[in-house]
């Protein structure tokens, strides 16, 4: 019968009792923080915690405790993680229920002393027509991802199932075009607006983006997932290429076209610096764009700012909670050929 060292023995009770009491001092930050109001004391708790965790697991070599506290490492990592990511939400959403008076506080606090006071969310409706703002973001984002998603089916299925010359070669350039920023095109794009007539309007905010070539490339991968089989199958019964793409293709890229859909909203609910460009009458702005420019219109009262933020970050917030899943899948089985 083989024996542990002695040492090794001794260090197990020391390095059990470190790890429960760093997990309650990281436990206890939040109850420090609520009661005390002190960030820097809660600060203190929470990282003496993480260093004792540390040491523990480094006097504690025993098999048994491995796996535990690996996944319990893994776990705060991502809890920590989580609140540095969630932390501005939250900072956002208590400020907007402040008054003007709490956000002049120094230190800062980080709640609000009445949580049902709206009274800045209808100040921002009175005093900036964000009702209409958030009618033109929705019509926007109709009209782009309608017709991004459109052409980007009818892209993806010619790079896919139709044969002609130099057809890898060309999407190859068009890929190499992926790394050609945005912003090298905006004189060109602002040119080519005003020549046909369409500044100052919400055709302009649709225009320029009517096609993807990341988009492309997702759908494209997925369409190649496809067994080219039942192409020729239907074809061999009198479907046409276009009774393919809408009837077959289509359906069974579901997963992909809805990540499209999400990520093509998602994007054209945030634009931000091409309506500040191509937009100038008040009613034609979108929510980030007349975010900007409230700060200009009732003054610089960041509880008002943080509840017009609010408002404007909101639904695409709700959109990506329900959405999540398909956007990880749809890009995941979009961007793996086979």
């Known amino acids: 019968m083989i024996r542990q060292p002695q040492a090794r023995q001794k260090s197990v009770p020391l390095a059990t009792g470190l790890f429960a009491f760093s997990w309650a001092l990281m436990a206890g930050a939040l109850p420090i923080l609520l009661i005390t109001q002190n960030q820097l ?30 996944r319990i490492i893994r776990y705060t990592l991502l809890v920590f993680g989580m609140l540095v990511m969630v932390f501005p939400f939250f900072w956002m ?23 049902t006071n709206f009274e800045n969310f209808k100040i921002v409706f009175e005093k900036a027509p964000f009702a209409r703002y958030f009618l033109n973001s929705v019509l926007t984002v109709l009209g782009s991802v309608s017709v991004t998603t459109f052409t980007t089916i009818l892209a993806a299925f010619a790079f896919t199932r139709l044969e002609f010359r130099g057809r890898e070669v060309l999407f190859s ?37 009517t096609s993807s070539i990341f988009y492309t490339y997702i759908l494209r991968n997925f ?17 046409t290429n276009w009774k393919y793409l809408w009837r077959v293709m289509v359906p069974i890229a579901r997963p992909s076209l809805v990540t499209i859909v999400l990520l093509n909203a998602l994007a054209s609910w945030n634009s931000f610096m091409w309506p500040l460009l191509v937009i100038k009458s008040d009613l034609r702005r ?4 007349g975010l900007y420019h409230f700060t200009t219109e009732v003054g610089a009262n960041f509880e008002l700012l943080m509840a017009a933020s609010t408002v404007t970050v909101l639904p695409m917030i709700v959109l990506f909670l329900f959405a999540r899943k398909q956007i990880i899948r749809g890009v995941a089985r979009g961007g793996i050929k086979g």
Request: aromatic share 14%; proline share 7%; hydrophobic share 50%.
């Open 286 to 289: 979108t929510l980030p764009f």
């Open 41 to 70: 004391l809660a600060l203190l708790a929470f990282l003496a915690g993480i260093g004792l965790l540390v040491v523990s697991l480094m006097l504690d070599h025993s098999y048994t405790l491995q796996p535990l506290t690996a």
């Open 93 to 115: 959403l208590s400020s907007s229920l402040k008054t003007y008076n709490e956000m002049n506080y120094f230190p800062p606090t980080m709640f609000p002393e009445n949580w």
């Open 173 to 209: 350039l068009l890929l190499s075009m992926m790394m050609v920023p945005f912003e090298m095109l905006v004189i060109t794009n602002f040119q080519t607006i005003v020549k046909l007539g369409g500044y100052d309007t919400l055709y302009a905010l649709i225009i320029p983006f």
């Open 223 to 239: 369409f190649q997932s496809i067994p080219s089989g039942l192409y020729w199958s239907a074809r061999v019964d009198g479907c």
